[in-house]
T-cell receptor
């Protein structure tokens, strides 16, 4: 089946620094990718939709200047958490529909655990 | 936007018994309803899904039912086993041009007692 990878799998950074998380589709092209955030013992909350070749679409309440998304190619989307603070510590997961935006099914990456100290 | 509610938040069953998890959604335009199993620190894994043109779908011990009129859908796991213990999430999505955002329920922690 379709495979989505994320890098890094975990990262610890100091408050005020920026962290970049990569999401790659390994065996299919993804014109659309989704970024989710999951706090401990909570559900996945959609943060934004990453669109190849155009601006990302952010969900209400998500600061676009803080969570920068770049979808530079058909297999790579990056999420940069800028000026990270301890409250940004979370599990960040990306997903991609293997059939493009019209595909029902989505494949999830393994997630990136971010800890801001 | 879509609002998905899920109940119960925790569920304990004896091995071999059945488990039922229920979800409701708010957006009548939603037409795709997947269920995911997530183990601690790992990615959600799709276990079954149903589209709005179907009322029921079954895959071995797992089944999902959908009532479009009432806007609710349920996951049924029969003959539960300890390895079924995990957090289960329902989700709803509306396939639109260029996007199919998934909105997740709050999750159910299922514990199967040996």
């Amino acid at each position: 089946g379709a495979v989505v990878s994320q890098h890094p799998s975990w990262v610890i950074c100091k408050s005020g620094t920026s962290v970049k998380i990569e999401c790659r589709s390994l065996d299919f092209q993804a014109t659309t990718m989704f970024w989710y955030r999951q706090f401990p013992k909570q559900s996945l909350m959609l943060m934004a939709t990453s669109n190849e070749g155009s601006k990302a679409t952010y969900e209400q309440g998500v600061e676009k200047d803080k969570f920068l998304i770049n979808h530079a190619s058909l297999t790579l989307s990056t999420l940069t958490v800028t000026s990270a603070h301890p409250e940004d510590s979370s599990f960040y997961i990306c997903s991609a529909p293997p059939g493009g935006g019209s595909s029902y099914e989505q494949y999830f990456g393994p997630g990136t655990r971010l800890t801001v100290t | 936007g879509e609002n998905v509610e899920q109940h119960p938040s925790t569920l304990s069953v004896q091995e071999g018994d059945s488990a039922v998890i229920k979800c409701t959604y708010s957006d009548s335009a939603s037409n795709y309803f997947p269920w995911y199993k997530q183990e601690l620190g790992k990615r959600p894994q799709l276990i079954i899904d149903i589209r709005s043109n179907v009322g029921e779908k079954k895959d071995q011990r797992i089944a999902v039912t959908l009532n479009k009129t009432a806007k609710h859908f349920s996951l049924h796991i029969t003959e539960t086993q300890p390895e079924d213990s995990a957090v289960y999430f329902c989700a709803a999505s509306s396939i639109q041009t260029g996007a199919n955002n998934l909105f997740f329920g709050t999750g159910t922690r299922l514990t199967v007692i040996p």
